[in-house]
């Protein structure tokens, strides 16, 4: 049951990197851009929105399938899975939206630190015998 939790939350994060994906392929065709982001400050967006979810979402669902296969209690694994979505969905709104600043990047980046922080140090205390 545990390892389809993760399962779960890595079935959406899939989707969410190809829905992040095919924006950036849209605006290659669009702006005429084949490799790099040729100048174009909405392409470059585009690449770091889907660069950042790449370089999170991984790591973070991976510590998740340590927690599950080590007997993490499913509500656990649904609160560090969610916080995941929303956190990562958050920042990419945000990061597609404005370069700068933006509520959603600055909150969806403090959700994903806070879940990979969360998800991290649970995994160390499984060496103390500790489960959540």
């Not at 669902?61 to 296969?69: N, Q």
């Not at 990562?88 to 980046?109: D, F, K």
């Amino acid at each position: 049951m545990a390892i389809a939790i993760v399962g779960f939350y890595a079935g959406i994060c899939g989707l969410l990197l190809l829905i992040l994906s095919w924006r950036v392929v849209q605006l290659r065709q669009k702006l005429k851009v084949d490799f790099g982001h040729g100048d174009k400050p909405l392409l470059a967006q585009a690449i770091r929105a889907q660069a950042n979810f790449a370089e999170y979402a991984p790591l973070t669902l991976l510590l998740l399938f340590v927690l599950a296969a080590a007997g993490s209690h499913p509500l656990a694994l649904h609160v560090l899975g969610a916080g995941l979505v929303i956190g990562r969905v958050l920042h990419a709104q945000g990061l597609s939206g404005n370069p700068g600043y933006s509520p959603g990047r600055y909150w969806g980046i403090v959700i994903t630190w806070l879940t990979l922080a969360a998800a991290s140090l649970l995994c160390l205390l499984l060496l103390l015998g500790i489960r959540l």
